[in-house]
C-alpha cells in the first residue's frame, strides 16, 4: 500500500493502517466522549455502540454458543491475562509450555513464572519448514502429571507459517490442556480464519493489525471461565474488566474488520503472495532464500527473506531510504537486534539468525499489486547483492 507521504508500507504485521471506513468515522466529527458505563442516554449510546461491536465479533466468529468476549488494551494484555490466570490458580501441579516461536507477548511470561510454583517448558518441536511436531509434543505432555498450559500461536507474525486450528483440536482431545490460541496474525489472511473451534479455550486479537486504532483488543474465553482480570478497579457494566471501556477503539474494530473481510479474497492473495515468493526465491539464488518456501501452509500477506551474507537492518536501511518500509525479526524493547529465536528454531545458525527481512502487505494483496512490487523489491535487491 502506498501511504500518504508517498512510501510504500510493507509492515502490515507491525501495524496495519487505518481502514478507510475508520478514517472517514474520524472524519464525521462523531467520537464517543461519553462512558458507556454511564446510565444517562449519551452513556447508553456509547453502550449500544460496544454492543453492537460484540454481536458482530460473534456473528463473525460464530462463537455467541460457548464463549463470551472480553475487550482489552491489545494482544499482549489478552494473551498475558489467561496465561497468567492459569499460572496463578489452583493448587494441583502445573506445566506451562511457550515455543521458541512465539511471540514476546507470550515468550516473555517465562521471565515471571518463578513467582508461581510452576514447571516451566520452553519447547521447539518444529521442523526446518516450521510446522509443528504435533505428535511428538502430545507425547511429550503425556509424560507430565497436573494441569497443562499451551499458548498456540495460529499464524507466526514472522514467517506466515500457520499451525492449523484443527491441530490445537487434536492436542486438546490428546491431553484436556488449556489451549489459548493467539489469534492476532490470522484475520483474512488464511481460508476459515474466522471458523473457530469452541473447544479451545480463549482466542486472543489485536485491533491494529487489521485497520482498527492501536491500544485495543478483543479474547473470546468460555462461558464458564473464571476470568481474573490483570487491572483491579470497578467493573464495568458490559463486562469485568475494570477501568472505563476505549469505545471509540472497540467501534473501529467493528468498521475495520467489516471493511477487511469485504476485501478479502482468499485465493487472490494466495496465488499472489506465491507470484512473490517465486520470483524473489529465483532472484535471490545464491544469495539465500525465502523463509517459507518448503511450509505447504502459509497465510496470503507474508513472506520473509534469508541473507546468506546480509544483515536484514542493512537491508531493511536500503529500503528505507528507497521509500519502502519492511520489518525485521525479533526487535527488542530498546530497537537492537538480538538473536533471532525463531528463526534458530527454524535450524538457523544463530550468527545468521538476523540476516532476515519480512514483507507483510495488506491483505487484499491482488496478482496486480504483487507484480508492481515485486518490480520495485527486486530493484532494491539487486543494488544490494
Ligand atoms: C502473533 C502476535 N501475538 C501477539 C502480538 C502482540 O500484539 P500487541 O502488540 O497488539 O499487543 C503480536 C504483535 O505483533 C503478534 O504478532
Redesign the pocket.
Known amino acids: 500500500m502506498k501511504l500518504t507521504n508517498k512510501r510504500y508500507y510493507f509492515d502490515y504485521?507491525?501495524s496495519s493502517p487505518l481502514a478507510k471506513s475508520v478514517i472517514e468515522w474520524f472524519a464525521s466529527g462523531d467520537f464517543f466522549v461519553t462512558n458507556p458505563n454511564s446510565l444517562h442516554t449519551s452513556g447508553k449510546k456509547s453502550l449500544k455502540y460496544i454492543r453492537e461491536t460484540q454481536t458482530y465479533l460473534f456473528d463473525t466468529f460464530q462463537l455467541g454458543a460457548t464463549h463470551q468476549v472480553f475487550f482489552h488494551s491489545?494482544?499482549?494484555?489478552g494473551?498475558n491475562t489467561f496465561v497468567i490466570n492459569e499460572i496463578s490458580t489452583g493448587d494441583e501441579e502445573k506445566h506451562l509450555i511457550l515455543f521458541e516461536t512465539d511471540?514476546s507477548?507470550?515468550y516473555k511470561i517465562k521471565n515471571i513464572t518463578d513467582q508461581y510454583k510452576i514447571n516451566l517448558h520452553l519447547k521447539t518441536l518444529v521442523n526446518s519448514a516450521g510446522e509443528l511436531k504435533t505428535d511428538e509434543l502430545i507425547r511429550f505432555i503425556k509424560t507430565l502429571k497436573g494441569k497443562i498450559i499451551i499458548n498456540y500461536?495460529w499464524?507466526?507474525?514472522e514467517t506466515g507459517i500457520i499451525w492449523p486450528l484443527d491441530e490445537a483440536v487434536r492436542i486438546k482431545q490428546a491431553t484436556g490442556a488449556f489451549i489459548h490460541v493467539?489469534a492476532?496474525?490470522s484475520v483474512c489472511k488464511l481460508k476459515d480464519w474466522n471458523l473457530l473451534s469452541p473447544m479451545l479455550d480463549a482466542y486472543t486479537y489485536?485491533g491494529?493489525?487489521f485497520g482498527a486504532l492501536t491500544g485495543v483488543?478483543f479474547s473470546f474465553y468460555k462461558k464458564d471461565y473464571p476470568i481474573k482480570y490483570l487491572v483491579n478497579g470497578a467493573k464495568g457494566v458490559l463486562h469485568g474488566r475494570p477501568g472505563t471501556p476505549n469505545t471509540t477503539g472497540i467501534y473501529s474494530i467493528y468498521l475495520a474488520l467489516r471493511e477487511t473481510i469485504k476485501k478479502y479474497d482468499h485465493d487472490e492473495s494466495l496465488a499472489a503472495i506465491n507470484y512473490l515468493k517465486d520470483q524473489l526465491d529465483n532472484l535471490l539464488k545464491n544469495h539465500g532464500y525465502v523463509i517459507s518456501k518448503n511450509s505447504l501452509n502459509c497465510c496470503t500477506n507474508t513472506l520473509s527473506l534469508f541473507f546468506n551474507a546480509k544483515k536484514g537492518l542493512d537491508v531493511l536501511n536500503m529500503f528505507d531510504m528507497n521509500g519502502i518500509e519492511v520489518g525485521v525479526g525479533s526487535a527488542c524493547s530498546s530497537g537492537i537486534l538480538g538473536p533471532n529465536r525463531v528463526l534458530i528454531a527454524y535450524g538457523v545458525d544463530e550468527n545468521k539468525s538476523n540476516n532476515s527481512i519480512r514483507f507483510s502487505f495488506e491483505t487484499d494483496l491482488t496478482m496486480e499489486k504483487a507484480k508492481t512490487y515485486f518490480e520495485m523489491i527486486k530493484k532494491i535487491l539487486l543494488k544490494a547483492f
Do not use: P
Open positions: 504485521n507491525s491489545g494482544a499482549t494484555e494473551i511471540h507477548s507470550a500461536t499464524v507466526n507474525n493467539d492476532t496474525q489485536s491494529h493489525k483488543g
